[in-house]
């Protein structure tokens, strides 16, 4: 997959952070001043839709055996065979990954048509652990420290701290991602503190397409 070309003066800014930092609230925040989002979690269900290409080779290579009475992918049921089996879940991804990024390719064309001068977020939860930075033209990762994530997973979901502590240990932790970072949002305070920030950033930003060659 090749990266997604820079058309006219838009920027493609790459969304993500780490379970329970508040990427969402930011995600509203930055969308609110102007800048349309595409959700990768959205179009990861969408191509793997009943009858789409992606849909077919799945169950074309793992059986009907991961469908539901409707004829949807039935996800726990698939996830579990992938966890297990790192060969089938490279091939799942093979399935998903490009028809993923071509439905993205065609929503940024779609948006920059309109707006050449476009903002436009890339909501991707696992950007960095897919090695997705080629696709954006900069990043940012909304931040929380870990002691804070767990406190909100307790809270949120209404599991124990060890269970939120194994939570995160499965995913990459989020100090790590802090390296890919060209911007953080700094999500541990208040919402007022937070919409300051993203206010900041939106200055930034456009600041920055205002000086960057077209």
């Known amino acids: 997959m090749e990266p997604i070309q820079k058309k006219d003066n838009s920027l493609l800014l790459g969304v ?15 969308e609110e001043l102007g800048a349309p989002v595409i959700d990768f979690d959205l179009l990861a ?4 839709e009943p009858g789409k290409p992606a849909w077919k080779d799945i169950v074309t290579y793992f059986g009907e055996r991961i469908l ?8 726990e049921k698939l996830s579990a065979i992938v966890f297990q089996d790192a060969e089938k879940r490279k091939k799942l991804e093979s399935f998903t990954h490009p028809r993923i990024y071509e439905a993205s390719v065609k929503r940024v064309n779609k948006i ?27 990043i940012l990762v ?14 949120r979901d209404g599991i124990s701290r060890e269970g ?14 802090l390296s890919k970072a060209d911007f953080v949002i700094f999500n ?7 919409r300051r920030q993203v206010e900041g950033l939106w200055r930034t930003l456009k600041d ?7």
Do not use: C, F, N, W
Request: proline share 5%; charged share 35%; net charge negative.
């Open 16 to 30: 993500t952070g780490g379970i329970a930092t508040g990427k969402t609230t930011v995600v509203r925040m930055l």
């Open 45 to 48: 269900r969408e191509v793997v």
């Open 68 to 75: 539901r009475k409707d004829g949807s992918l039935d996800r």
């Open 112 to 138: 920059v048509e309109k707006d050449p001068d476009a903002i436009v977020q890339l909501d991707i939860p696992l950007l960095i652990e897919q090695h997705l930075e080629y696709m954006v033209h900069k």
């Open 142 to 155: 909304v931040y929380v420290p870990q002691d804070k994530q767990v406190e909100r997973l307790v809270e």
């Open 164 to 177: 939120a502590a194994d939570r995160l240990r499965a995913q990459l932790p989020i100090d790590e991602k």
């Open 188 to 194: 541990d305070k208040s919402l007022e503190e937070t």
């Open 208 to 214: 920055l397409q205002r000086t960057s060659p077209s």
